[in-house]
């Protein structure tokens, strides 16, 4: 089943939930990775980079998000229709395709690097509902 074969399936709405909640664990499980091997003593270790690397990369993508695992929660985001979100959502997609060219025609540090995963990541999760 290709990407848009799950958007013409699925409401956004339900999608968009499992992807922000997917982020929040790959954050955590980063996290964890990373504060297991400074636990160990290990953050000269052969892995600590790439623990550091991943950990950046999933905290950029959960501040590219546009709403949280607090508020996907509430009563208030429950009550969003799939056209509201779909507009927002919308938006959301011109946003970051500006973001991204920013970012590519300016100096890229690191930090902008991992942003520019974490808006490509987001952006490419958003794409087949607008195609």
Known sequence: MNNNQTANTHPIKEELISFIKNAYKALAKDKAKL???INRNDI???FAQA???ALKRSESLVHVLDFSLDYISTDEFKKLTEAQIREWLEDTLKTLRKREV???ISDMSDIDKN???AICEYRRF???FFA
Do not use: A
């Open 51 to 53: 623990n550091i690397d």
């Open 35 to 37: 504060i297991d091997q």
């Open 126 to 128: 958003l794409e087949p």
């Open 115 to 117: 942003k520019l995963v």
């Open 102 to 104: 920013n970012i590519f």
């Open 44 to 46: 000269n270790g052969s």
